[in-house]
């Protein structure tokens, strides 16, 4: 809550309402940054088939697929009659008896009543006058409305209302005289509207819900600053629901009369697709299960090559590949900011739920960086681009025409190649080394490598870039941690702390262009002479790993039919082109996360959908990395699944629509068309095929930990980030026996059962 003084008890009443409301809309950030979010996060602590019902009424979008969904699923054997046991009827599944129904209280606001009533499009109209505005508070105001620094955004558009006529030539006459009767505030506002529009306590919560997501988007945008922040407090998101309840109180003082009375609507009843969510689930995690191999008998010998991949699904195949191509590599997977929260300039390159804690200050660009750079600040003001393509003239016209034929191209995740100072934190190092399970063996060459996508004509690039790093590439915190591990004094320092690093181990950074499969090894110039035969050897497996990969994923992209000699060339083309709207699929059809040592997934085909994080129990008697894992790489990687699950179910209400409609608003974000709500999530070409079918297939992240169920309680007893996920039914829980058995499930409520 805001410092301010709230002055009675029906405000403070109405003011927790708002509270309340507002946390139900999750963060979201600019494109520059652009991270995936689940978009059901402020109902972390509601169960899922409450949280279904409320948002189907409130924001009239589907959380859950329909029954045609688990149908097509049933009828392609995803999951069988022993899967429907304790679930829904046969009949329901084979179509020979329709989905149960149940009503939903839907609470209209009084613009959606009067447009029911009189044929007006006040909905439409609100929305677009106040989605304008949004866009101008997010751009500072631009040269004819410049906005003072740190004002709240209610406060300047009741400014404005007061003497803007838009609304009034738009048929809400006495517009901007009763706008001057508005408070200033948007606390004061917001209880003053209700009680003048009669909005019941009891139907508050609901209205407010609807009306605040009605402009998801915005909301979610002016949310973020709050929920970084911390706490209860509900930021600028309440300015906006004060703006909306404004315009829809007008409507009912200023307009024709409204009619009573918000009513019920019929939806599938979600605990009847809640139920056949889990057993299509439930079929998955069986052939998951299938996968899992017998723990090694010992730690085998020193391996030429350790190779630390983070865990994105898209570096299962190159992994799998990798060491397949050799049994002298063993792999290793770790979130791809290895482990360094890394402040690049005053750019965040580590996972959103935590805060950079090294700083480090890139150098001056120069050239065709400079004007690359100088691109991507005038896309944050998008009428200065004239004046850009003017001064940078004929190079910037050749850069592009270079680019269009395939002779030039840069990854995302390359930047920051220059010089940089090394930190020498022992205590960051260990942590390092702790979390990527290392324990007595290091190999000569250790190669972390991160990831980066690429794309042209891409306002969502950083999409495809990753995660951990904050929507970047990984390549900057691979070369700050390889330079870190092999500082002399932080050697030494390890040593001291029982680290027998060998001094011929050498870190070596890389980043994995997943546009096409190709690892670039970095740092090149401060690698041992020693090490050069061993390099070369990896680059050559390597190579041969990322054929494999491409070959795999070929048929996906509508390219099973070119050749392996020239497979990379094309994907590379795809990459380049301003017109392809899926250079690659991203992290489509991502299912479980499993945290285990490798030997428990060697060999085995997870399909590029599974989250691989490396975990020893044995090596982690206190649970300190047991509990790493469960509150970050879970959590964020629960919110790339549910990103990519809303997106597919409903891509209208939580997705970006489509790629050929989108325009950006400076470096906030995309609209459809010419302006409107800020479309959140990830475009319908990036989780559906040209034709419109579902590619992704929405499942529920499976997390499987390889330890005994009693610790992973403990965990979640003191965690409430994981624990409410796992017992409200957003994410689905494992624990796999250590010493070799099967698994067991958690039940939401407590306990676990074997999987059968």
């Given at each position: 809550m805001r410092d301010v003084l709230i002055r009675s008890a029906e405000s403070q009443a109405v003011w927790a309402d708002v509270v309340a409301v507002c946390r139900r809309i999750p963060p979201l950030w600019d494109l520059r940054n652009y991270v995936a979010v689940n978009p059901f996060l402020g109902f972390a602590a509601t169960p899922i088939a409450r949280a279904t019902r409320l948002v189907e009424a409130g924001l009239e979008a589907?959380?859950?697929?329909?029954?045609?969904?688990?149908?097509a699923r049933w009828a392609a054997g995803a999951f069988g009659q022993d899967d429907l046991a304790a679930g829904p009827a046969r009949d329901l599944v084979e179509g020979k008896a329709p989905c149960p129904a149940r009503h939903v209280f839907a609470p209209a606001t009084f613009a959606e009543r009067h447009d029911a009533a009189h044929g007006t499009d006040w909905v439409a109209t609100n929305r677009a006058s106040v989605a304008r505005w949004c866009a101008v508070q997010a751009s500072g105001g631009g040269t004819f409305w410049p906005l003072p620094e740190g004002r709240p955004l209610y406060a300047t558009w009741v400014e404005a209302a007061r003497v803007d006529p838009n609304l009034e030539i738009a048929g809400l006459a006495g517009w901007r005289a009763w706008a001057r009767r508005l408070p200033d505030r948007a606390e004061d506002a917001v209880p003053h509207l209700l009680r003048q529009a009669g909005v019941?306590?009891?139907?508050?919560?609901?209205?407010?819900?609807r009306l605040l997501g009605g402009l998801y988007g915005w909301a979610s945008y002016f949310r973020r600053a709050a929920w970084q922040a911390g706490g209860d407090g509900p930021g600028e998101a309440a300015d906006l629901l004060a703006i909306l309840l404004a315009t829809d109180a007008a409507v009912a003082e200023l307009g024709e009369p409204v009619p009573a009375g918000p009513g019920l609507v019929r939806v599938e009843d979600a605990a009847v697709r809640l139920a056949l969510q889990d057993a299509l689930e439930d079929g998955y995690v069986r052939r998951l299960a299938a996968a899992f191999v017998a723990p090694a008998a010992a730690e085998p010998q020193r391996p030429d090559v350790q190779a630390v991949f983070c865990i994105d699904v898209r570096s299962e195949p190159l992994r799998r590949h990798l060491e397949a191509a050799s049994t002298r590599v063993e792999t290793r997977g770790f979130a791809g900011f290895f482990g360094v929260a890394l402040d690049w300039g005053g750019s965040a390159r580590c996972p959103v739920l935590l805060k950079p804690t090294v700083a480090l200050t890139p150098g001056p660009t120069a050239g065709a960086d400079a004007i690359a750079a100088g691109l991507k600040h005038v896309q944050a003001a998008p009428a200065a681009s004239f004046t850009f393509v003017e001064v940078a003239g004929l190079a910037y016209g050749a850069a592009l025409a270079a680019d269009a034929a395939g002779a030039t191209g840069e990854g995302r995740g390359t930047d920051g190649r220059g010089p940089f100072a090394?930190?020498?934190?022992?205590?960051?190092?260990?942590?390092i080394l702790r979390g990527m399970g290392f324990r007595e063996t290091f190999a000569r060459v250790v190669l972390l490598c991160g990831h980066a996508g690429r794309s042209a004509n891409n306002p969502h690039a950083a999409g495809l870039d990753c995660g951990a790093c904050g929507g970047?590439?990984?390549?900057?915190?691979?070369?700050?941690?390889?330079?870190?591990?092999?500082?002399?004094?932080?050697?030494?320092?390890?040593?001291?702390r029982g680290w027998r690093v060998p001094a011929d181990t050498h870190f070596l950074p890389a980043v994995h262009d997943t546009a096409t499969d190709a690892v670039e090894l970095l740092d090149l110039d401060r690698l041992p002479a020693s090490h050069a035969a061993h390099v070369a050897q990896l680059r050559n497996l390597l190579a041969t790993a990322g054929a494999a990969a491409r070959r795999e994923r070929a048929a996906a992209l509508g390219l099973g039919g070119v050749p392996d000699t020239a497979l990379k060339d094309?994907?590379?083309?795809?990459?380049?082109?301003?017109?392809e709207v899926r250079?690659?699929?991203?992290?489509?059809?991502?299912?479980?996360?499993?945290a285990a040592r490798r030997c428990r997934t060697r060999g085995a085909d997870l399909e590029g959908r599974v989250f691989l994080h490396e975990y020893d129990a044995a090596a982690d008697p206190d649970d300190a990395v047991l509990t790493l894992i469960l509150t970050a790489p879970v959590v964020v990687a629960s919110w790339i699944n549910l990103q990519y699950f809303a997106s597919t179910v409903d891509n209208a209400a939580f997705g970006a629509g489509t790629k050929a409609l989108h325009n950006r608003v400076g470096d906030v974000g995309v609209v459809l068309g010419n302006g409107g709500d800020l479309r959140t999530g990830l475009p319908a070409q990036s989780v559906h095929g040209p034709g419109g079918a579902w590619f992704h297939e929405p499942l529920r992240l499976q997390v499987v930990v390889e330890a005994d169920p009693a610790r992973i309680d403990a965990v979640l007893a003191g965690h409430p980030a994981i624990g409410d996920l796992v017992a409200n039914g957003w994410v689905r829980l494992f624990a796999l026996d250590p010493a070799g058995g099967g698994l067991a499930r958690r039940s939401p409520a407590g306990g676990w059962a074997p999987v059968g």
């Amino acid at each position: 809550m805001r410092d301010v003084l709230i002055r009675s008890a029906e405000s403070q009443a109405v003011w927790a309402d708002v509270v309340a409301v507002c946390r139900r809309i999750p963060p979201l950030w600019d494109l520059r940054n652009y991270v995936a979010v689940n978009p059901f996060l402020g109902f972390a602590a509601t169960p899922i088939a409450r949280a279904t019902r409320l948002v189907e009424a409130g924001l009239e979008a589907r959380v859950l697929p329909g029954l045609d969904f688990y149908r097509a699923r049933w009828a392609a054997g995803a999951f069988g009659q022993d899967d429907l046991a304790a679930g829904p009827a046969r009949d329901l599944v084979e179509g020979k008896a329709p989905c149960p129904a149940r009503h939903v209280f839907a609470p209209a606001t009084f613009a959606e009543r009067h447009d029911a009533a009189h044929g007006t499009d006040w909905v439409a109209t609100n929305r677009a006058s106040v989605a304008r505005w949004c866009a101008v508070q997010a751009s500072g105001g631009g040269t004819f409305w410049p906005l003072p620094e740190g004002r709240p955004l209610y406060a300047t558009w009741v400014e404005a209302a007061r003497v803007d006529p838009n609304l009034e030539i738009a048929g809400l006459a006495g517009w901007r005289a009763w706008a001057r009767r508005l408070p200033d505030r948007a606390e004061d506002a917001v209880p003053h509207l209700l009680r003048q529009a009669g909005v019941a306590a009891e139907d508050r919560v609901a209205y407010l819900y609807r009306l605040l997501g009605g402009l998801y988007g915005w909301a979610s945008y002016f949310r973020r600053a709050a929920w970084q922040a911390g706490g209860d407090g509900p930021g600028e998101a309440a300015d906006l629901l004060a703006i909306l309840l404004a315009t829809d109180a007008a409507v009912a003082e200023l307009g024709e009369p409204v009619p009573a009375g918000p009513g019920l609507v019929r939806v599938e009843d979600a605990a009847v697709r809640l139920a056949l969510q889990d057993a299509l689930e439930d079929g998955y995690v069986r052939r998951l299960a299938a996968a899992f191999v017998a723990p090694a008998a010992a730690e085998p010998q020193r391996p030429d090559v350790q190779a630390v991949f983070c865990i994105d699904v898209r570096s299962e195949p190159l992994r799998r590949h990798l060491e397949a191509a050799s049994t002298r590599v063993e792999t290793r997977g770790f979130a791809g900011f290895f482990g360094v929260a890394l402040d690049w300039g005053g750019s965040a390159r580590c996972p959103v739920l935590l805060k950079p804690t090294v700083a480090l200050t890139p150098g001056p660009t120069a050239g065709a960086d400079a004007i690359a750079a100088g691109l991507k600040h005038v896309q944050a003001a998008p009428a200065a681009s004239f004046t850009f393509v003017e001064v940078a003239g004929l190079a910037y016209g050749a850069a592009l025409a270079a680019d269009a034929a395939g002779a030039t191209g840069e990854g995302r995740g390359t930047d920051g190649r220059g010089p940089f100072a090394v930190p020498g934190d022992v205590d960051l190092a260990e942590g390092i080394l702790r979390g990527m399970g290392f324990r007595e063996t290091f190999a000569r060459v250790v190669l972390l490598c991160g990831h980066a996508g690429r794309s042209a004509n891409n306002p969502h690039a950083a999409g495809l870039d990753c995660g951990a790093c904050g929507g970047h590439g990984g390549a900057l915190n691979a070369r700050v941690a390889a330079a870190l591990l092999n500082a002399p004094a932080v050697r030494t320092g390890l040593a001291a702390r029982g680290w027998r690093v060998p001094a011929d181990t050498h870190f070596l950074p890389a980043v994995h262009d997943t546009a096409t499969d190709a690892v670039e090894l970095l740092d090149l110039d401060r690698l041992p002479a020693s090490h050069a035969a061993h390099v070369a050897q990896l680059r050559n497996l390597l190579a041969t790993a990322g054929a494999a990969a491409r070959r795999e994923r070929a048929a996906a992209l509508g390219l099973g039919g070119v050749p392996d000699t020239a497979l990379k060339d094309a994907l590379d083309r795809r990459a380049r082109d301003a017109a392809e709207v899926r250079p690659e699929w991203g992290l489509a059809r991502n299912a479980a996360f499993v945290a285990a040592r490798r030997c428990r997934t060697r060999g085995a085909d997870l399909e590029g959908r599974v989250f691989l994080h490396e975990y020893d129990a044995a090596a982690d008697p206190d649970d300190a990395v047991l509990t790493l894992i469960l509150t970050a790489p879970v959590v964020v990687a629960s919110w790339i699944n549910l990103q990519y699950f809303a997106s597919t179910v409903d891509n209208a209400a939580f997705g970006a629509g489509t790629k050929a409609l989108h325009n950006r608003v400076g470096d906030v974000g995309v609209v459809l068309g010419n302006g409107g709500d800020l479309r959140t999530g990830l475009p319908a070409q990036s989780v559906h095929g040209p034709g419109g079918a579902w590619f992704h297939e929405p499942l529920r992240l499976q997390v499987v930990v390889e330890a005994d169920p009693a610790r992973i309680d403990a965990v979640l007893a003191g965690h409430p980030a994981i624990g409410d996920l796992v017992a409200n039914g957003w994410v689905r829980l494992f624990a796999l026996d250590p010493a070799g058995g099967g698994l067991a499930r958690r039940s939401p409520a407590g306990g676990w059962a074997p999987v059968g």
